[in-house]
């Protein structure tokens, strides 16, 4: 009895190590599809020339030693000489569109936009942008939070890697059929400060933008896509894929996230989705009609745009000069991509 039980546990246990057998054989068959598809092609890095991100550093520095660029202060007024100066002095033609807006606490603001035009014959253009302007308040700080900031990441930093875009055009050259345009916004961090109760804060942001997307300066302006920089110059910057950008121009975010890769800066140029964020490339999309990307740092794991952020401490102290660098790469080889 007992052997005829134990030889019929074996023919039960042998079917089953057979289904299992003929279940796990199968696998493979399922996944070879997968496998065999195509490698995905690799991108081919054209030439460009050198981006210095000690020149870039200095740029942002001289911009900060101007003081606070704020709207209506003589700090203001002398930087904006100096931005047009600079780009007249690599080659571009310039545009400077003034105008009086209106901050959300009533106040009239004399701001000034500021734009270099490389072959502005060509019909082909690229949109480079940053904001100039910096924070009136230190809102999120502890102490003196009415007083300006130095805003080095904040505005100069975007503004800093832009200079130096131009300057390493000029002393190389571009496609004579290919136009780049840069444009340095203004008022743009006039926004309601933090704990205000005056004013409707998403809208108090970016006075400048919305001004040159409703009164553009060149008629029938429509560059092939836009790319704004913010916040390009911390230490250990990351850069998601901005919600606002993947929605109106997500053919532009796999371009330029594309190139970062195959320089090796998948490091800061991030894979993931991000936030959407209310930045000046909005109102190039909503009103200009211009697809723009915003290549931001923003850490989605404290949904913060860094601790110094619209606070005293955003000076010198937070520019990393591998960032700039990095950030120079990609903006550069986007453009000698075209």
Request: with cysteine; aromatic share 10%; net charge negative.
């Amino acid at each position: 009895m007992g052997s005829s039980i134990s030889f019929k546990r074996l023919l039960m246990f042998s079917a089953v190590m057979l289904v299992l057998i003929a279940s796990c054989s199968e696998e493979p068959k399922e996944k070879t599809p997968i496998q065999t598809l195509p490698p995905e092609s690799k991108l081919t890095l054209k030439p460009r020339p050198a981006f210095d991100a000690d020149s870039a550093y200095a740029f942002i520095e001289k911009q900060v030693r101007f003081g606070p660029r704020v709207p209506n202060t003589k700090e203001h007024t002398r930087c904006a000489s100096w931005l047009e100066k600079k780009l007249k002095s690599y080659g571009a033609t310039v545009i400077i569109q003034k105008a009086q807006l209106t901050a959300y606490n009533g106040q009239e603001l004399s701001a000034v936009n500021i734009m270099g035009q490389i072959n502005p014959n060509a019909s082909k253009r690229i949109l480079l942008c940053a904001h100039w302007d910096s924070r009136p308040y230190a809102d999120r700080d502890s102490k003196e939070r009415m007083k300006p900031i130095d805003g080095a990441n904040d505005g100069a930093s975007g503004v800093g890697v832009l200079l130096e875009v131009l300057r390493a055009i000029h002393l190389d050259s571009i496609d004579p059929d290919l136009g780049v345009d840069i444009v340095f916004f203004d008022a743009e961090d006039y926004g309601k400060p933090e704990g205000s109760m005056l004013g409707n804060s998403g809208d108090s942001w970016c006075l400048g933008s919305k001004y040159w997307a409703k009164n553009l300066p060149i008629k029938d302006y429509k560059p092939e896509f836009g790319i704004l920089l913010d916040m390009v110059g911390a230490a250990d910057a990351v850069f998601p894929k901005e919600g606002v950008s993947l929605y109106y121009a997500p053919q532009i975010v796999d371009k330029v996230w594309k190139i970062a890769g195959a320089l090796g800066h998948e490091n800061y140029f991030r894979s993931f989705k991000g936030n959407e964020i209310t930045d000046d490339h909005r109102y190039l999309n909503e009103i200009a009609k211009i697809p723009t990307i915003d290549i931001i740092h923003y850490d989605m794991g404290r949904f913060d745009f860094g601790e110094f952020h619209h606070t005293h401490a955003d000076n010198m102290d937070v520019i990393d000069k591998s960032t700039l660098q990095v950030v120079g790469d990609v903006v550069l080889q986007v453009l000698y991509q075209e």
